[in-house]
């Protein structure tokens, strides 16, 4: 169904892809604690496959990556009137050279776009510090207070997956277009 599953790193993704692809996001579990745990259960499984030792210094990590699941509230717009929720098109490209984040997400039917740019540094093995820069709102933006900052653990790299957990608990799992391609 989802990747291969010749290697039990790629069953582990092939069950993880299964459980999180009726979630829409995470939006259809965000108030089913235990429907989190049973996911959260198998990303812990992958996490200790992880093939890249220090994630942090990776090439993998320099990509565009799409943003499948989340626990995260703010990020699924699940507060927010319907218009001004995100689809399910979340991307996030991380420039390793520039040291740059860049998030976006379409609102209001893909008629607006929503960014958040910015920087960060490395902790090897696993920890990116965040430092909000701007906030843009379709043609509004605003510069991000300095206090807008957080941080991420990249618990599993490789050049199809990508999973995160961050400094308000929250857990993200990512795809590069090659893992996309993976999905049937």
């Not at 308000?168 to 795809?175: A, G, I, P, S």
Request: hydrophobic share 40%; charged share 20%; glycine share 6%.
């Amino acid at each position: 169904m989802v990747f291969s599953t010749a290697s039990p790193t790629a069953t582990v993704k092939a069950e993880l892809m299964a459980a999180i692809a009726p979630t829409r996001l995470g939006r259809a579990v965000a108030s089913d604690r235990r429907a989190q745990e049973k996911i959260d259960a198998i990303v812990r499984r992958l996490e200790a496959l992880n093939p890249t030792p220090v994630p942090v210094e990776s090439a993998d990590l320099g990509a565009v990556w799409k943003l499948v699941y989340t626990t995260s509230v703010s990020i699924l717009g699940t507060n927010r009137l319907p218009p001004l929720r995100p689809n399910d098109e979340i991307y996030q490209a991380v420039d390793l050279s520039a040291g740059t984040v860049t998030n976006s997400e379409q609102l209001a039917g893909g008629l607006l776009t929503n960014k958040v740019h910015a920087t960060f540094g490395v902790e090897p093995p696993m920890r990116v510090q965040v430092q909000f820069q701007r906030f843009q709102f379709g043609p509004l933006s605003v510069k991000a207070p300095a206090s807008a900052k957080g941080f991420l653990d990249i618990t599993y790299l490789d050049d199809e997956v990508r999973v995160s957990r961050g400094n308000k608990d929250n857990l993200f799992v990512l795809l590069t277009p090659k893992g996309l391609s993976n999905l049937a």
